[in-house]
């Protein structure tokens, strides 16, 4: 009946975290390194933020729990759905534990709107990337609204980063921990929680916008700020630590994250650009969505999240007409959505899109000359198709087609929207600060951290470990899952852990029946 405390530190990247822990600058994060254990933790593939922290929570691969991004592909049409926690398909960690009876807190972790039934506290994380704060509908039970009505995600806006906005987003980003972190104190110390789990964002949001200043070695590298990821960092082991004591000794920690970080230089990839050169794919003339221009150039920044929410359906004809406008696609074989964090191609496939033009029987060899092409392409490191990244029964939702952007000297190229021009250029001094879809000067690796207060015997760990440690750890068998206990494990090949058995405490038939039918009822297992 053992309790586990998960702190999750979005996008903590290992490169900073270790000299900073050497150096007496987290000391927290050292004591946890000292007396545990510290490994490095591969993301999802790409590591974006929605799959990724949903593969920590559930144990298996996005093919299986069918979150790839916070968008989706809507059947039959050139069109966007903004995804939720409703259409995640595999139980996540609360879930487990609330059918089994044990009391949960969850705060904040992305993928999560609208918050589900637990047993215990569920704060959600944003739902979409213009939140900046919650309302009532973030919370369940309601009537906990009071206690975490000041949460907040990034309280301002990310798309425009002129004069003043740095400073202005600092302060915006220490408050912010000091506010998610006395919320998390007053209700970690309410109850005996069995599992608490708070998400932390602002380690994300700092890399985001800051590398530039705080790396000395970057092409875009400007003065001013050298010290604000470190500050971020510092405040959050502050935060860390002050949890840490408040749980105890006799108390699991994790800390996690869902993907590490880097520096963006200064080459951009237009991907539909090189597929309108390559002949697949044919420009209509049409531009950018006036609809998402406006809505993010005139609408109040603290207003936008409730308006998403208000007008979701918009939202979705905005995000959608941003994405697919301006191709024809009746003599366009395959596009891009062309994002900067899930860099990906798809095919435009006769019977699936309603413009297709690539037969399903060339669908297989299309894909592999492609992926050949784009390999071929010195921008990019590598290209997939799906199948050989994912698995599971909810594959199809992926692109055809996933990229990894080649790195420049250890400096990741950026992937923004076009319509005509170069499929390659170099920015200019002008856009170095760049913004959300703009080129943001620091971008996602595909390796994070994870620091256990126990040892492990493994020295490398990925995000499907994370469920099945915290279910073992909690004296819990977990349900089938790509990921082993790390506290239990069994042989090892290639530095990461091998598939281990959790039947040696299993439920009694009564028990088994039960959770069963509790995640039956909670939409699991159909």
């Known amino acids: 009946m053992g309790r586990f405390l998960l702190i999750g530190l979005d996008g903590a990247e290992p490169s900073l975290l270790g000299p900073w822990m050497d150096a007496g600058r987290l000391p927290n994060l050292a004591r946890l390194r000292e007396t545990g254990a510290y490994v490095p933790c591969a993301s999802t593939t790409p590591p974006a933020t929605f799959p990724a922290w949903t593969t920590c929570v559930t144990g298996v691969n996005p093919g299986k729990h069918g979150v790839f991004d916070f968008t989706r592909m809507r059947g039959g049409a050139y069109a966007l759905e903004f995804v939720n ?59 906990c609204y009071a206690d975490v009505k000041e949460w907040r995600f990034a309280d301002f806006q990310e798309t425009d980063t002129g004069p003043g906005w740095h400073a202005l987003a600092l302060r915006r980003l220490l408050e912010g921990i000091a506010i998610k972190e006395t919320i998390a104190l007053r209700l970690y110390q309410r109850e005996p929680w069995d599992f608490f789990m708070v998400v932390f964002g602002e380690s994300d949001t700092v890399a985001h916008h800051f590398w530039m200043f705080h790396d000395s070695e970057s092409p875009r590298h400007q003065a001013g700020f050298e010290e604000a990821i470190a500050q971020v960092y510092e405040r959050l082991d502050q935060a860390v630590g002050r949890l840490l004591d408040a749980a105890g000794g006799d108390v699991t920690a994790g800390i996690v994250s869902d993907h590490g970080f880097g520096g963006a230089g200064t080459g951009v990839v237009h991907l539909n650009n090189w597929l309108a050169q390559e002949g697949h794919l044919r420009f209509s003339g049409a531009g950018e969505s006036w609809l998402k221009r406006a809505a993010l150039t005139l609408v109040p920044g603290a207003w936008r999240g409730a308006l998403f929410r208000r007008l979701r359906g918009m939202a979705s004809r905005a995000e959608s007409f941003s994405r697919f406008g301006g191709i024809d696609w009746a003599h366009t074989t395959a596009w891009s959505e062309e994002l900067n964090y899930f860099p990906s191609v798809r095919v435009n496939l006769r019977g699936r899109e309603p413009r297709g033009q690539v037969e399903p029987r060339e669908y297989q060899d299309f894909c592999s000359h492609l992926c050949a092409k784009l390999r071929a392409w010195e921008p990019i490191a590598n290209a997939w198709h799906r199948d050989e990244i994912f698995d599971g029964p909810f594959v199809e939702r992926a692109p055809d087609i996933i990229l990894e952007l080649a790195l420049e000297d250890g400096y990741s190229h950026s992937c923004l929207r076009a319509r005509g021009g170069p499929a390659f250029r170099r920015i200019g001094p002008g856009e170095y600060l760049g913004g959300k879809e703009r080129g943001m000067n620091g971008n996602h690796r595909p390796t994070g951290i994870l620091l256990l207060s126990k040892p492990t015997p493994v020295g490398y760990a990925r995000l499907e470990d994370v469920a099945p440690t915290v279910l073992a750890e909690m004296g819990l068998p977990a349900p089938p899952m790509d990921g082993v206990s790390l506290l239990e494990p069994g042989e090892t090949t290639d530095g990461a852990p091998a598939a281990t058995s959790h039947t040696d405490q299993p439920y009694t038939p009564g028990e088994a029946e039960a959770v069963e039918r509790r995640l039956r009822d909670l939409g699991y297992f159909e």
């Open 85 to 143: 926690s409703t259409q995640r398909e595999a139980p996540a960690l609360w879930n487990i534990l609330s059918a089994a009876g044990r009391r949960v807190a969850v705060l904040g972790v992305p993928a999560t709107y609208p918050p589900e039934n637990v047993n215990g506290l569920m704060v959600s994380g944003f739902d979409s990337p213009v939140c900046t704060r919650v309302d009532r509908s973030f919370v369940s039970p309601p009537d």
